[in-house]
């Protein structure tokens, strides 16, 4: 158990209060806090309700990795403020937060993991800040509710056309939200990610494609290679 200001060695696991919530956490050798023990094992009670906010510190350190499974299973849970002090938040990080409406990517992060919000059924729209370099091809896989991945202007790395993911120059489809019903593939486009979410939870009934399109074609609202 870690008390209030005391720096702690690098290892773990360790236990410590932050802003009304016990929290799991390593150090690391950079002395760096990261949140929870990446072993399916959620970093808080997944009897926790309602909006929660994770500290900048513990043990002294600050908390920059939000690790493997951090709060899976925390199905009370409504809403998650990261501080900005994190840089990576690792795969499956709110998978089965049933009930997870809301949680920012601050402009610090750079790397985000795969099943993020796997089997979330709350969560419509993420913002992607500039700052993230990485973006796993399974990142929102069965976010069922998700309509809107929304990516800042300013990233060198991605950018959003109606509401679907791709890479900064709009030639690779990444990721269609599982929730958007139609969509409109733009001219740009000559790969499809496997990991697109066309062939998983996706409920788009209506596929178009922008004149001048030279890989795809729709017939009929369904989505072709022209080859």
Known sequence: IANAGEKLAAGGPYTGEGNGIEWTFLIS??????????DSTAAISNKTEGAIVVPETLG?????????????????????????????INDGAFCHCDNLES??????VKKLGGGLIHGNRKLEKIFIPASVESIDGYAFWEGFALK??????????????????????????????????????????????????LSGCCQIANFYVEEGNACFKSVDGILYTKD
Not at 29 to 38: H, T, V, Y
Not at 72 to 81: A, K, L, P, Q, Y
């Open 103 to 108: 949680f920012n990517i601050p402009e610090s």
């Open 60 to 88: 002294g350190c600050p908390v920059t990795v939000i690790n493997d499974a951090a709060f899976i299973g925390c199905r009370s849970v409504t809403s998650i403020t990261f501080p900005s002090t994190i840089v990576s």
């Open 148 to 197: 809107e991945i929304e990516v800042d202007k300013g990233s060198p790395n991605y950018t959003s056309v109606g509401g679907v993911l791709y890479n900064k120059n709009v030639t690779l489809l990444i990721y269609c939200p599982g929730a958007l019903t139609e969509m409109t593939l733009p001219a740009s486009v000559t790969t499809v990610s496997e990991d697109s979410c």
């Open 29 to 38: 050798e950079n002395s760096e806090a990261i949140l929870g023990i990446g």
